[in-house]
Antibody, heavy 120, light 110 residues
Framework: QVQLQESGPGLMTPSETLSLTCTVS????????WTWIRQPPGKGLEWIGH???????HYNRSLETRLTISIDTSKSQFSLKVTSMTPADTAVYFCARLYCGRGGCLVDYWGQGTLVTVSS | QSALTQPPSASGTPGQRVTISCSGGSSNIGSNTVNWYQQLPGTAPKLLIY???ERPSGVPDRFSGSKSGTSASLAISGLQSEDEADYYCATWDDSLNGWVFGGGTKLTVL
């Protein structure tokens, strides 16, 4: 059973850079792709981006100038950096596994999520 | 505004059958498989249906998915109180070159 756990700051001030880390256990970080998804309070889900086990990345076009997703296989972790945070970036940030098989791709295992609040 | 359109709410009584729709376009639902997620309050989404109509191990067969053209549907039969949750459809969008989610449907069991 793959398990994921996000870690990072809960409270930030505007213009700061968000750094989140997701630790993967119970499965190999080498074998799949890994993604970040966020959910503003009371709103729906928004895909942020993902990183393949090869290291290649794919970003949401509306956010990509501010994003960096990286992977550290030695620590079984992948990370998200978002620059120039504003209150509009306040959300629960989820890390998750992106699995692709013959029938298509799906996000199957999710972390519990971490609330990031941006406020002055 | 989401690339996939879902009704904001749905409701039913215990034992009833409820369907939730997800409308998209040729670049998303029309070209790629659809997944459905259930999100209980305060928790992470849970995969409910993948590849349009497949259920992961452990998901009751009361839940089923279907797709036709650029629309998909989630059906829940034998509605139970624990089904009260938010439901999201999701798929890849070839034009946006990214994953897209529906806006979510809040299901109330009356």
């Amino acid at each position: 059973q793959v398990q994921l756990q996000e870690s990072g700051p809960g409270l930030m001030t505007p213009s700061e850079t968000l750094s989140l880390t997701c630790t993967v256990s119970g499965g190999s970080i080498y074998s799949d792709s890994w993604t970040w998804i966020r959910q503003p309070p009371g709103k729906g889900l928004e895909w942020i981006g993902h990183i393949r086990n090869s290291g290649g990345t794919h970003y949401n076009r509306s956010l990509e100038t501010r994003l960096t997703i990286s992977i550290d296989t030695s620590k079984s972790q992948f990370s998200l950096k978002v620059t120039s945070m504003t209150p509009a970036d306040t959300a629960v940030y989820f890390c998750a596994r992106l699995y692709c098989g013959r029938g298509g791709c799906l996000v199957d295992y999710w972390g519990q999520g971490t609330l990031v609040t941006v406020s002055s | 505004q989401s690339a996939l359109t879902q009704p904001p709410s749905a409701s039913g009584t215990p034992g009833q059958r409820v369907t939730i729709s997800c409308s998209g376009g040729s670049s998303n639902i029309g070209s790629n498989t659809v997944n459905w997620y259930q999100q209980l309050p305060g928790t992470a989404p849970k995969l409910l249906i993948y590849s349009d109509n497949e259920r992961p191990s452990g998901v009751p067969d009361r839940f089923s998915g279907s797709k036709s053209g650029t629309s998909a549907s989630l059906a829940i039969s034998g509605l139970q109180s624990e089904d009260e949750a938010d439901y999201y459809c999701a798929t890849w969008d070839d034009s946006l070159n990214g994953w897209v989610f529906g806006g979510g449907t809040k299901l109330t069991v009356l």
